[in-house]
């Protein structure tokens, strides 16, 4: 009789145990990535613009930047085409416009404000959306109220949130809005999401105004380097370096941005390379190296990795012990609820009581005085 009790208890123990484990191998370890991460590292390529003559790049036409992309002016062969120049130079990410209306830009104009079939597309690509929410000040869309752009900060992130790597307010803020306009909007954007919101201004620190409160409140800031419209279309990189330390003193994470028309180009590479080696955790033209910021991921000891594991062997030793100290196994003892939404197997053994299933663990043990 004890020996058929042994093979019971340990019949039951060990399925309980084989089954946690494929549960816990089918669905994983809970992540504990931060989505603020989504921006170090962060690697895409703002401007392509083509050679139109071999020493002049010209921005101005369909696949001079990737931020009109959206565009129903592009068919799916030319977004192939797009995505294939971005991902050839090593692209993570994808800066996007998500609203632009008076056609400033060669892919015409742009206002779906659904894009989860395009998102789709992209993340199952390869490249995470970076969303621009309101485009340069030549659209117009920022002369709306400020509750209009409230409004559609929170239409992005209910509907697409899931689906991006974060946010950046404007491009060139402080061409349009105030320091303290921009705060709300970095406000507004941070209590509705917890993926990165980064701030970008006209070239220099704190743009054109050197005003570095528009940047208060935001996880990073997107630094136009600028310096790369005349001469060989790429910053200098002594006042690149220079300008990304400045801006490293405010004690925001920098992500280089706008220092080449041509982000493919060997020299933009060069320099996106440099911005690296000096501290910036991103960049927005074009590198070379894979590692620029991102942060490491602290690895666990070994009992922390197995964690449930351990948990789930202790209950079930002591379920073990529970029922071989048991001298009256009944009907009653084993429970077992199973229905359309799942099952829970119970024990229930003098002053011990355990309850299993596949969401839930839970055990207890009474000890009486």
Known sequence: MRQGMVRQALGV?????????????????????????????????????????????????????????????????????????????????????????????????????????????????????????????????YKQSMDAHLAFQNQMVQRHDSQVAGYVVCLECDEMFSAEQVNVLVANLKSKTNKPVAVHLAPGVGGFKRDTRYYKGADFIYLQIGDHLTGDNVADPTMAVAMLKQAMTLGIPVVANEYSLLSTSAEARALGDLLCQNGAVGTGNGRNVTLCGQRETKKKEWYQEYEKELIVTGIGIATLFAILNNDDLSSEMFQLHANDNGYELGLNSGGYNLRYSEDRIAATYRIEF
């Open 13 to 141: 123990t060990l399925s309980a145990l084989m089954a946690f484990t494929g549960i816990t191998a089918l669905l994983g370890q809970p992540s504990n990535a931060d989505p603020i991460d989504e921006f170090y590292g962060v690697r895409s390529s703002f401007l392509t613009a083509e050679k139109a003559h071999p020493r002049i790049f010209d921005w101005r036409n369909k696949y001079g930047t990737s931020l009109m992309y959206l565009s129903p002016s592009y068919s799916a062969e030319e977004r192939t085409h797009f995505r294939s120049i971005l991902k050839n130079n090593g692209d993570t990410h994808i800066d996007l416009y998500v609203q632009a209306r008076n056609g400033h830009l060669p892919a015409g104009e742009l206002h779906l404000y659904d894009y989860t079939h395009e998102f789709n597309v992209l993340n199952n690509d390869g490249l995470k959306p970076v969303l621009w929410l309101i485009p340069e000040s030549k659209h117009n869309e």
